[in-house]
Each structure stands twice: as structure tokens, then as C-alpha cells.
């Protein structure tokens, strides 16, 4: 079964500076695709950035990067230059495509909220 | 482009009574459709997925059910709500496909009382 773990609970970084938000995964399946999630106060999931296990290159989306980490099975999340409107809980979440040919559903991770600080 | 909605935003009910949630997805043909759960300050539980009308999967078993009755239409449904059933319901869009990331609704909050 896959899981995902996102360790930092909460994250506090100074208005323009850059932070990286922490996932780690397990899964045996060799096939598996990551994505990272914002979910401001106001609760709707904003999709940010996709991974995926064979990609040669680590995913960026303007300020928004990942840092691939195969062999340590970690997938962080850097987010460049911080905004104000940054502030909000950021979800590590995965599917896997396993060997039935199927992909599985996305297993999400518990969290972390970051705030920007003035 | 794509759109989803979802209805109502927020809604307070007594324990024991029914509950009905939609969704709707605009601009697709054939999504896959998603209910999540998300308890107040946790991250998100996957509790239906549909690939197609009348086809559902549940992933976790509770007094809650789930109905597709039209392609882009998805409904999460109890006949007797319990104080557990609070929470933040999401629903979700997506393409089939590994890389294809899910689309949310804004979400309704539910509390029970």
C-alpha cells in the first residue's frame, strides 16, 4: 500500500524568501506520479505541480519546484521568492499505476501549514 | 474550460436527518468523479470514486453513499446523518490517467448537530 508523510506540521518563512515543504513516500509500485496541493482558508485544493517517477527532470512552475529525490523517496515542495498570499496548508499527495495497468486513486498526506511572515 | 460546482457551501443539520450534496462538472465528457472527506485540520479521505454513470466504488464504510445518475453529475447522499459526519466535503474532477491531477469543487462544510 502507498503512504505518504509530510512531517512538518507547521512552517514559518520570512516574506521573499524561499521554503521548502517536506514529503516523503513509500510504495513498491515502480510507476507512480506526485503532486502537491494549496488549500488556502477559504478550503478549496489548488493543484500546483506534478512529478512523475520516470520524469528525468525535477517539475517546476514558476516559483513552485520540486525536488525529486527517487532513491530517498522524497518528493519536497520549494517554494521560491514567498508571497503573503502564500500562507495556507500545502497537501503531498500520490498515485500509483500498478501492475494491473490501472492507476490507483490519490493518497494524500496530512499536511503542512506554511505562513508567510511581513 | 473545465468548471465544477459544488452545492451548498455550507450547511447545518440535526442529527438523524438526510443529507444531500451535488456536484456538477461543466466543459468534459466522461470524469472521473470524486467525494473526499476532511476533518477539521487533517488532510483529505477518499470516501467515493466513479470511472462512469452508475458506477461507484467505496472506499471506506460508513452511512454515507454516493450516486452518478448523469455523466457529470455526482451526488454524495445519508438517510440519517451522525455527529461524526462533520466536516468539509470536497468533490473532485479528473482525466484518467496517472498524470492527470484532480480538480476540486470549493467544497461544502458540514456540521452536524
Known amino acids: 500500500a502507498q503512504k505518504i508523510t509530510q512531517t512538518q506540521p507547521g512552517m514559518f518563512v520570512q516574506e521573499k524568501e524561499a521554503v521548502t515543504l517536506d514529503c516523503t513516500y513509500d510504495t513498491s509500485d515502480p510507476s507512480y506520479g506526485l503532486f502537491w496541493y494549496k488549500q488556502p482558508s477559504s478550503g478549496e485544493m489548488i493543484f500546483l505541480i506534478y512529478?512523475?517517477?520516470?520524469?528525468?527532470q525535477n517539475a517546476t512552475e514558476g516559483r513552485y519546484s520540486l525536488n525529486f529525490q527517487k532513491a530517498r523517496k522524497s518528493a519536497n515542495l520549494v517554494i521560491s521568492a514567498s508571497q503573503l498570499g502564500d500562507s495556507a496548508m500545502y497537501f503531498c499527495?500520490?498515485?500509483?499505476?500498478?501492475?494491473?495497468?490501472?492507476?490507483?486513486?490519490?493518497?494524500f498526506g496530512s499536511g503542512t501549514q506554511l505562513t508567510v511572515l511581513p | 474550460s473545465q468548471t465544477i460546482h459544488q452545492w451548498p457551501a455550507t450547511l447545518v443539520q440535526p442529527v438523524g436527518s438526510p443529507l444531500s450534496l451535488e456536484c456538477t462538472v461543466e466543459?468534459?465528457?466522461?470524469?472521473?468523479l470524486y467525494w473526499y472527506r476532511q476533518a477539521a485540520g487533517r488532510g483529505l479521505q477518499l470516501l467515493f470514486y466513479s470511472v462512469g454513470i452508475g458506477q461507484i466504488s467505496s472506499e471506506v464504510p460508513q452511512n454515507l453513499s454516493a450516486s452518478r445518475p448523469q455523466d457529470r453529475q455526482f451526488i454524495l447522499s445519508s438517510k440519517k446523518l451522525l455527529l461524526s459526519d462533520s466536516g468539509f466535503y470536497l468533490c473532485?474532477?479528473?482525466?484518467?490517467?496517472?498524470?492527470?491531477?484532480?480538480?476540486f469543487g470549493n467544497g461544502t462544510r458540514l456540521t452536524v448537530t
Open positions: 499527495a500520490m498515485r500509483v499505476w500498478d501492475s494491473s495497468g490501472s492507476a490507483r486513486q490519490l493518497t
Open positions: 466543459g468534459t465528457s466522461n470524469p472521473n
Open positions: 473532485a474532477w479528473s482525466l484518467g490517467g496517472l498524470r492527470s491531477p484532480l480538480h
Open positions: 512529478q512523475g517517477s520516470y520524469d528525468q
